[in-house]
C-alpha cells in the first residue's frame, strides 16, 4: 500500500467514525448511517485494492452529501 493509500484510509476510516457517531448520538438519521457505510466501503476498496468497493462508497457519499446539501431532504 502506498503512502497516499494510507493517507486516504485514515481519512475514510475517521469520517466513517465521526457519522457512526452522529448517527448513535445525535438523532439516529438514516443520512448519517448511509455516509458512515459508504466512507466504510471506501475505506475497505482502498484497503482491499478494491476499485468496485470504493465505486459503490464513493457512489452513496455522492449521493448523501447532494441529499443533504443540495436537495435538502429530511433524511438528515
Not at 17 to 39: E, T, V
Not at 42 to 57: E, H, K, P, Q, V
Request: hydrophobic letters at 60%; proline letters at 0%; aromatic letters at 18%.
Amino acid at each position: 500500500m502506498k503512502r497516499d493509500s494510507k493517507v486516504f484510509l485514515a481519512v475514510a476510516v475517521i469520517l466513517s467514525i465521526i457519522n457512526l457517531i452522529d448517527f448513535i448520538f445525535y438523532g439516529q438519521k438514516i443520512g448519517y448511517l448511509a455516509l458512515a457505510i459508504g466512507f466504510s466501503l471506501m475505506a475497505f476498496g482502498t484497503y482491499r485494492d478494491n476499485n468496485i468497493a470504493s465505486l459503490f462508497g464513493a457512489v452513496i457519499v455522492i449521493c448523501g452529501f447532494t441529499a443533504k446539501w443540495f436537495l435538502d431532504y429530511d433524511l438528515f
